[in-house]
């Protein structure tokens, strides 16, 4: 068997040092100065190191969130990275934070077609405050394929921005239909902020006569309590990869397809009592020096040789 990997990865706000200059970006971490970043950049790099040491390659496709520029992405596929045979796709949203989702991609093995950004206003009386879906047409194996990379608006603030949330899932719904009617292969991932059993991204799966379309793998991991980061105590699975199963096997002769969140003891906090938590840069004002807040999730696709 051989397999193609695709992965998204909610980097934890990764953003350029923070400069003296008012023309810098403004990171609101406390000290996030040049070591700091560049330490960031190594423990990322080395997370797809890690990834290809497991999995004996290196993910094709990779969806990121919580890119704070440009900049922090051209770092991380320099020459010494083992991405640096990578693509970036990357345009700045209009977020509070200042930060956007950003899709990188091997150019041996994809052929950028197009893309654009999504935004869906939900008060037009308001200036636009949340992430842009990123969506890309490929040519694989010269066969189109659509890849989606969202951030939906977080749950803080006992989740007050739920219904803008669910507008934006509402919206993305109607675009993933008239894609569903053309009979095309759907890729669609990122960081949710709701867990894979949620009502309105169950309703994500299914088409306008109720046919369902688009499969879900992390509603299993969930229950069987596999989380991709947690909040407070709790573990949640809102890194999520969902895909049009049977026509990706028909399309592009996959026989097989798996998913897996990837929570390797590399990237877990080292001490006991939290040991199954990812090893973060920060929490709160406190530097911890690690990866991210979040596991990266994986999507295994499984063909034959003779196919």
Sequence with gaps: MSEELLTFYNVENFYPPDQDSTESYHSGLYNWDNYKYNLKVRKISNVFRFIEEDFGQLPSIIGLAEIGARSVLEDLTNENSPLNNYKIIYEPSKDSRNLSVALLFDKEKFTLLKYQTLQFQWDKDKEFDTRDILQAEFSYQEKKL??????????RNQDEKKEKRNFIIGKLKEILQKLFDKGEAIVLMGDFNENPDNEVVQELLFDKDGEQILNNPFETLYKQNQFSTYHGKKGVCFDQI??????????????????????????????????????????GSRYLSGYSDHFPVILKLFRNHES
């Design 242 to 283: 969902l895909f049009t199963e049977k026509i990706l096997k028909e399309k592009f002769t996959f026989k097989n397809i798996e998913a897996q969140i990837y929570n390797s003891p590399r990237l877990r906090n080292k001490d006991n009592k939290n040991s199954n938590y990812p090893s973060r840069t920060y929490s």
């Design 146 to 155: 659509h890849i989606f990379v969202l951030h939906l608006p977080s749950k």
